[in-house]
């Protein structure tokens, strides 16, 4: 268990919903659930993911915080929002998700072998090098993340997609070599890094 995980832990416990209304984005709706179900029914996720939002929220209410943050339910969210144009109190479902996803993350409670968030984590650290996405070198890491093995096998089983890509100029080859990005790298890099700073600092806060 990491120390903030921890200090958190030790700060909310038996009351993992207010650790929700605390730390998580939009937490404070989840006491607005009345467990009806429709956003079960309306998810196209539903049926391939072990928790449902309807399921995370009761969890979270009767303090099963192990279990929430430790489930990669929330990393299966495909941001489709039918949960939230169906629901009906309005509550910002899919905000809340990606919200315990992040904290999870922040927790480093996520699961070693969930894929979206090991595309998340790929993606950011692509974008966040020149502020643009180098589509050919994230194909490539994005191939690869499960092994040299793996990745080949993948990559021959798209070799058409990937030559079609390269035919209608969605993806160049020269990206290989560098890759287009931003003018003001370093202010873009500072941005990020205070942004970072403000976000930790609000989180260590929240943990004394």
């Given at each position: 268990m990491s120390d903030l995980n921890q200090?958190?832990?030790e700060k909310y416990q038996g009351n993992f919903l207010k650790e929700v209304i605390d730390n998580v984005e939009e937490g404070?709706?989840?006491r607005m659930c009345m467990q009806c179900g429709v956003c079960a029914?309306?998810?196209p996720m539903g049926p391939h993911w072990e928790h449902t939002p309807q399921k995370i929220f009761m969890m979270i209410r009767a303090n099963k915080r192990d279990e929430v943050l430790q489930s990669d339910s929330m990393w299966m969210c495909t941001s489709c929002y039918s949960c939230i144009?169906?629901?009906p109190r309005e509550?910002?479902?899919t905000h809340i998700m990606h919200g315990l996803a992040t904290y999870a993350k922040r927790l480093n409670l996520v699961p070693k072998t969930q894929p979206t968030a090991k595309f998340s984590q790929l993606f950011w650290d692509n974008l966040t090098k020149k502020?643009?996405?180098n589509e050919l070198k994230l194909g490539m890491s994005l191939y690869f993340m499960n092994g040299f093995g793996e990745g080949v096998k993948t990559a021959m089983a798209n070799q058409k997609l990937g030559?079609?890509?390269l035919k209608t100029r969605r993806m160049a080859i020269n990206e290989a070599w560098g890759g287009h990005g931003i003018k003001d790298k370093s202010g873009f890099h500072a941005m990020l890094k205070k942004a970072a700073e403000i976000e930790n600092d609000a989180?260590?806060?929240?943990?004394?």
């Open positions: 200090a958190l832990a404070d709706m989840v029914g309306s998810c144009a169906r629901c509550l910002p479902i502020g643009r996405v030559l079609n890509m989180i260590e806060a929240r943990s004394k």
